[in-house]
T-cell receptor
Framework: EDQVTQSPEALRLQEGESSSLNCSYT??????LFWYRQDPGKGPEFLFT???AGEEKEKERLKATLTKKESFLHITAPKPEDSATYLC??????????FGDGTTLTVKP | GAVVSQHPSWVICKSGTSVKIECRSL??????MFWYRQFPKQSLMLMAT?????????EQGVEKDKFLINHASLTLSTLTVTSAHPEDSSFYIC??????????????FGPGTRLTVL
């Protein structure tokens, strides 16, 4: 059975304090790994899709990386507006997606 | 691009009534749409997958007679909660995937619908 484990469950940072969120996964044939941002009471907002180990993608202060067992979402010099829950999901070759429970990030000014 | 809308954004209904939620892909054709349910401080729980013109595939434990899904066109899917009860109160979110896009596996999510059953 495909599994996604995100850590930490919650992360509190000071503004400007860089850190990383982890997404560990086991999947029967990875087709893609996805990162989303979700604000309270809203649907997830797409951030990145990664397909193969070694791949990296960047968007503003966020950078996602992928290995054969895990993915990291690096946040550089975060701002309070980066506060949200970050969700990781994997899609197996069979086509089904599995979501992690998310990491809730709070950035204090 | 890749915008998904949902309507209504929130709904309050009496126990025993049915509620319909619409999910639309505004600027692309959604070959596949998904319906999720999310409880407070929990992750997304997939309810069903629907392909345009086909019957939806429901996840184990999801009652297909209670949660009716219709995907009649490439831009519209509907979820009808029939004879709703308080335990059906939740945040329902749809997503859409475009198999013809550059990243065909990426799901784009709607803003969600908050259902409260009294």
């Amino acid at each position: 059975e495909d599994q996604v484990t995100q850590s930490p469950e919650a992360l509190r940072l000071q503004e400007g304090e860089s850190s990383s969120l982890n997404c560990s996964y086991t999947v029967s044939g990875l087709r893609g790994l996805f990162w989303y941002r979700q604000d309270p009471g809203k649907g997830p907002e797409f951030l990145f899709t990664l397909y193969s180990a070694g791949e990296e993608k960047e968007k503003e202060r966020l950078k996602a990386t992928l290995t054969k067992k895990e993915s990291f979402l690096h946040i550089t010099a975060p701002k309070p507006e980066d506060s949200a829950t970050y969700l990781c999901a994997v899609q197996a070759r069979a086509g089904k997606s599995t979501f992690g429970d998310g990491t809730t990030l709070t950035v204090k000014p | 691009g890749a915008v998904v809308s949902q309507h209504p954004s929130w709904v309050i209904c009496k126990s025993g009534t049915s509620v319909k939620i619409e999910c639309r892909s505004l600027d692309f054709q959604a070959t596949t749409m998904f319906w999720y349910r999310q409880f407070p401080k929990q992750s997304l729980m997939l309810m069903a997958t629907s392909n345009e013109g086909s019957k939806a595939t429901y996840e184990q434990g999801v009652e297909k007679d209670k949660f009716l899904i219709n995907h009649a066109s490439l831009t519209l899917s509907t979820l009808t909660v029939t004879s709703a009860h308080p335990e059906d109160s939740s945040f329902y979110i749809c997503s859409a995937r475009n198999a013809l896009a550059g990243e065909p596996d990426t799901q784009y999510f709607g803003p969600g619908t908050r259902l409260t059953v009294l």
